[in-house]
């Protein structure tokens, strides 16, 4: 029971009892009124989180709405694909070699644990020439052209190391036949005259110009044995020191390398090539000198340099350098002035035409590989157009529509030139290339006349030809272009293709001796030098557009 008292008696006489009945009922109205409370409180919270969360509903459902139809997912089961087995390829280099091996004996377990192989270039084995049937080439037809309209475009002249070497290989060399007005039958006669120079190379890997009969090893009549005039400086009259042995070297060499076989590029020719570079290497004196004469010694040091340039070889980059070296220390000095070469030593008396030719070409083909050629081409131009002047009084009022020569030799102490003597023609060819390769355009008075007197003048339209000229003549037409070096691609690479030896025997690929040139520089072999030289043309040295 709870009571109430009241501490002020004063108020109350007497303490007053409360009802407990009372009081237990007024208590029971405070707890409801709080209850009453606390349900509406409860009510208003739920209605409130319902609210939020009905709103939170709308809203997605509104987002859901919103959204793009998706196409409905088909799900479809997918076979596997058969598994195809891929058939193995060959891998062809060059041609497939099919060989049979023998093993010595049974190896039980043949497992490789250990490998030593040598670093060295991919090898590519030549043909067996001496086993290689003649040709019998059905397709050496002069008339079957492989070019369209546009076989004899204007080429253009020019000397720059950008003319060199480009359209040697693959493509390359195809699309320049056809572009420049080769045919199917020129490049079956030069690979016939590579096949006749493998076949004809010794076992140390020179030409040998009184031996190389010998080594042919195809049935039939042999060719006959090389032979010098005593008159003849490119290797004396006995041959003793292999002088002509190298220039025959060089010259085969240069033809398998204007061709695109150089001793290095997976080829059907690389062991030929490579011989013939070790036999010239070999016998390389010590001051850079390849030979006695500055004949044989730039023709070897322009085939070391072609190969230095076509493959970068490192081994060749050392010799090719004092080669280029001793050709200038062999040039010709009147004061100051840088001139030509003779045929020893350097003689600013006789500056030799013929021999300048090839020291020229040299130092050509040494730049364009990257070497130092010093001042040996600037002193050379100055003595072409020294000479040209010299040899043509009237120079002064000659254009591109006239015609010039180009002496055999001029004397620098006194300014007299000479003409060959041995013949009505003079170096016109040698002027008219060295003229190319010395930059000259071929809108120059200089260069037009010459290639002019060429044309008009010098131009052989019949069998046996004076290959050498045609050498010469042949490369500078072709750096010209225009008209005229369609008349002369059109006849001349048909009198080569025409009249190379076809047969069974060891003629096969060769030239007969053509006229007085060939018989005293070597006969058959030099022939058939300037023969399968002339015929690479159109891809030895990349032509330089020109104005015309």
Same mark, same amino acid.
């Given at each position: 029971?709870?009571?109430?008292?009241?501490?002020?008696?004063?108020?109350?006489?007497?303490?007053?009892?409360?009802?407990?009945?009372?009081?237990? /009922?007024? +208590?029971?109205?405070?707890?409801?009124? $709080?209850? @009453?409370?606390? #349900?509406? *409180?409860?009510?208003?919270?739920?209605?409130?989180?319902?609210?939020?969360?009905?709103?939170?509903?709308? !809203?997605?459902?509104?987002?859901?709405?919103?959204?793009?139809?998706?196409?409905?997912?088909?799900?479809?089961?997918?076979?596997?694909?058969?598994?195809? +087995?891929?058939?193995?390829?060959?891998?062809?280099?060059?041609? =497939?070699?099919?060989?049979?091996?023998?093993?010595?004996?049974?190896?039980?377990?043949?497992?490789?644990?250990?490998?030593?192989?040598?670093?060295? +270039?991919?090898?590519?084995? $030549?043909?067996?020439?001496?086993? @290689?049937?003649?040709?019998?080439?059905?397709?050496?037809?002069?008339?079957?052209?492989?070019? #369209?309209?546009?076989?004899?475009?204007?080429?253009?002249?020019?000397?720059?190391?950008?003319?060199?070497?480009?359209?040697?290989?693959?493509?390359?060399?195809?699309?320049?036949?056809?572009?420049?007005?080769?045919? =199917?039958?020129?490049?079956?006669?030069?690979?016939?005259?590579?096949?006749?120079?493998?076949?004809?190379?010794?076992?140390?890997?020179? %030409?040998?110009?009184?031996?190389?009969?010998?080594?042919?090893?195809?049935?039939?009549?042999?060719?006959?044995?090389?032979?010098?005039?005593?008159?003849?400086?490119?290797?004396?009259?006995?041959n003793k020191q292999h002088t002509a042995d190298v220039a025959m070297t060089g010259y085969a060499i240069l033809c398998f390398l204007g061709a695109g076989y150089d001793h290095r590029t997976p080829n059907k020719w690389r062991k030929t090539v490579r011989g013939g570079i070790d036999w010239l290497l070999?016998?390389?004196?010590?001051?850079?000198?390849?030979?006695? *004469?500055?004949?044989?010694?730039?023709?070897?040091?322009?085939?070391?340099?072609?190969?230095?340039?076509?493959?970068n070889d490192p081994k060749l980059r050392a010799p090719a350098t004092k080669a280029v070296a001793a050709i200038l220390a062999r040039q010709a000095l009147h004061g100051s002035s840088g001139y030509a070469w003779d045929y020893w030593k350097a003689n600013p008396a006789r500056n030799d035409s013929s021999v300048s030719g090839w020291c020229i070409m040299a130092l050509k083909s040494a730049k364009?590989?990257?070497?130092?050629?010093?001042?040996?081409?600037?002193?050379?131009?100055?003595?072409?157009?020294?000479? %040209?002047?010299?040899?043509?009084?009237?120079?002064?009022?000659?254009?591109?529509?006239?015609?010039? /020569?180009?002496?055999?030799?001029?004397?620098?102490?006194?300014?007299?030139?000479?003409?060959? =003597?041995?013949?009505?023609?003079?170096?016109?060819?040698?002027?008219?290339?060295?003229?190319?390769?010395?930059?000259?355009?071929?809108?120059?008075?200089?260069?037009?006349?010459?290639?002019?007197?060429?044309? =008009?003048?010098?131009?052989?339209?019949?069998?046996?030809?004076?290959?050498?000229?045609?050498?010469?003549?042949?490369?500078?037409? !072709?750096?010209?272009? /225009?008209?005229?070096?369609?008349?002369?691609?059109?006849?001349?690479?048909?009198?080569? @293709?025409?009249?190379?030896?076809?047969?069974?025997?060891?003629?096969?690929?060769? %030239? $007969?001796? #053509?006229?007085?040139?060939?018989?005293?520089?070597?006969?058959?072999?030099?022939?058939?030098?300037?023969?399968?030289?002339?015929?690479?043309?159109?891809?030895?040295?990349?032509?330089?557009?020109?104005?015309?």
């Amino acid at each position: 029971m709870t009571q109430l008292l009241v501490a002020d008696s004063s108020t109350f006489e007497d303490p007053v009892e409360l009802d407990p009945e009372l009081l237990e /009922g007024q +208590e029971p109205d405070d707890e409801d009124r $709080d209850a @009453v409370v606390a #349900g509406v *409180s409860a009510w208003g919270i739920s209605i409130v989180v319902h609210v939020i969360a009905l709103l939170l509903l709308v !809203f997605v459902v509104f987002l859901d709405r919103m959204q793009p139809e998706k196409a409905p997912i088909r799900v479809v089961q997918i076979e596997a694909p058969p598994v195809v +087995e891929e058939e193995e390829k060959e891998r062809d280099l060059i041609e =497939k070699v099919v060989t049979e091996i023998e093993a010595e004996e049974e190896v039980e377990n043949p497992m490789v644990t250990e490998l030593d192989l040598p670093v060295e +270039e991919i090898e590519t084995e $030549d043909e067996e020439v001496s086993e @290689v049937p003649a040709k019998g080439r059905e397709e050496a037809v002069a008339s079957s052209e492989t070019g #369209g309209a546009g076989a004899f475009m204007a080429i253009g002249a020019g000397g720059g190391a950008a003319g060199a070497f480009g359209n040697r290989n693959g493509g390359g060399r195809k699309r320049a036949v056809g572009r420049y007005g080769g045919s =199917k039958a020129s490049e079956s006669a030069v690979e016939a005259a590579l096949r006749w120079f493998a076949r004809h190379q010794s076992g140390n890997g020179m %030409w040998d110009l009184d031996a190389y009969p010998l080594n042919c090893t195809l049935e039939g009549p042999k060719c006959e044995p090389g032979t010098l005039d005593n008159s003849v400086v490119i290797g004396g009259s006995d041959n003793k020191q292999h002088t002509a042995d190298v220039a025959m070297t060089g010259y085969a060499i240069l033809c398998f390398l204007g061709a695109g076989y150089d001793h290095r590029t997976p080829n059907k020719w690389r062991k030929t090539v490579r011989g013939g570079i070790d036999w010239l290497l070999s016998i390389q004196t010590r001051d850079g000198v390849f030979g006695q *004469s500055n004949y044989e010694h730039g023709i070897a040091t322009m085939a070391i340099a072609e190969a230095l340039g076509m493959t970068n070889d490192p081994k060749l980059r050392a010799p090719a350098t004092k080669a280029v070296a001793a050709i200038l220390a062999r040039q010709a000095l009147h004061g100051s002035s840088g001139y030509a070469w003779d045929y020893w030593k350097a003689n600013p008396a006789r500056n030799d035409s013929s021999v300048s030719g090839w020291c020229i070409m040299a130092l050509k083909s040494a730049k364009a590989a990257g070497l130092n050629t010093g001042n040996g081409l600037p002193g050379a131009k100055q003595w072409l157009e020294t000479t %040209w002047r010299a040899s043509n009084p009237n120079w002064k009022s000659i254009d591109a529509y006239g015609t010039s /020569g180009f002496p055999y030799t001029w004397d620098a102490t006194t300014g007299k030139v000479t003409k060959d =003597k041995n013949g009505p023609e003079d170096m016109t060819c040698v002027g008219a290339l060295c003229a190319v390769f010395l930059g000259y355009r071929g809108d120059s008075p200089m260069l037009a006349s010459l290639a002019n007197n060429l044309r =008009k003048n010098q131009f052989q339209k019949q069998w046996p030809l004076e290959t050498y000229y045609v050498y010469y003549s042949t490369l500078a037409m !072709f750096q010209v272009g /225009g008209d005229g070096w369609k008349e002369w691609n059109s006849v001349v690479r048909d009198l080569l @293709v025409n009249n190379q030896r076809q047969s069974q025997d060891c003629f096969d690929g060769s %030239w $007969d001796i #053509g006229t007085r040139t060939s018989k005293q520089w070597g006969q058959r072999m030099l022939a058939t030098a300037y023969c399968c030289l002339s015929l690479e043309v159109y891809y030895r040295y990349l032509p330089v557009a020109v104005k015309h």
